[in-house]
Nanobody
Framework: QVQLVESGGGSVQAGGSLRLSCAAS????????MGWFRQAPEKEREAVAS???????NYADSVRGRFTVSRDNFVNTLYLNMNSLRPEDTAMYYC??????????????????????WGQGTQVTVSS
């Protein structure tokens, strides 16, 4: 079955960096859309970034220029490099997969409803 397992969360001070990973299994990872989402306490879940099979990316305005999404289709792993972290980035971060096979140049959405499988999340806490 489809499994998504996030890791790499932790506590950092403002201005610091973290790298999240998401190990995927149970489907054809290389042709799937992958996304990162986050949810802070008492807030709605929001999109962070997405990446298509060929590496085409999409970012939320709040993280563009600070976060970088990437994928390794050989080891079925999704990454999120987060730099210049701010207290408002504090949230549970989730990896998500849309397992419908997409073309190499497909640009994936940032809509959570387009993603059918989700990981358990990894907590990121940024202190001021």
């Amino acid at each position: 079955q489809v499994q998504l397992v996030e890791s790499g969360g932790g506590s950092v001070q403002a201005g610091g960096s973290l790298r999240l990973s998401c190990a995927a299994s149970g489907y054809t990872y290389s042709s799937a859309c992958m996304g990162w989402f986050r949810q802070a306490p008492e807030k709605e879940r929001e999109a962070v970034a997405s990446i298509g099979p060929g590496g085409s990316t999409n970012y939320a305005d709040s993280v563009r220029g600070r976060f970088t999404v990437s994928r390794d289709n050989f080891v079925n792993t999704l990454y999120l490099n987060m730099n210049s972290l701010r207290p408002e980035d504090t949230a549970m971060y989730y990896c998500a997969a849309d397992i419908v096979s997409r073309g190499y140049g497909y640009r994936c959405s940032l809509k959570s409803g387009d993603y059918s499988f989700w990981g358990q999340g990894t907590q990121v806490t940024v202190s001021s």
